[in-house]
Nanobody, 117 residues
């Protein structure tokens, strides 16, 4: 059974930085895409960033040049370095793992990121 365990959320002032981590276990297929989504209160969930097993990146326009996604395939872990945080980045950030071969989609429990102005 695939499990995604996130860590690293919290409260930070505007302009500050946070680093999120998501460790996956129970993976059968190593060729997968891992990423982060977020949902602010009263809004729909949106993509933040994804990275494929081979290192292809995709970012939301709103976080380009501020956030960096990376992954350690040996550890089945994905990271999100968030710099120059803004109050509008406040949301629950959720880790996602997609296995293209099986179209299986897995989600973490989410971690709260709050940016104060």
């Amino acid at each position: 059974q695939v499990q995604l365990v996130e860590s690293g959320g919290g409260l930070v002032q505007a302009g500050g930085s946070l680093r999120l981590s998501c460790a996956a276990s129970g993976i059968t297929f190593s060729i997968n895409t891992m990423g982060w989504y977020r949902q602010a209160r009263g809004k729909q969930r949106e993509l933040v960033a994804t990275v494929t097993y081979w290192g292809t990146f995709n970012y939301a326009d709103s976080v380009k040049d501020r956030f960096t996604i990376s992954r350690d395939n040996a550890k089945n872990t994905v990271y999100l370095q968030m710099n120059s945080l803004k109050p509008e980045d406040t949301a629950v950030y959720t880790c996602n793992l997609l296995v293209p071969r099986t179209l299986s989609n897995y989600w973490g429990q989410g971690t709260q990121v709050t940016v104060s102005s």
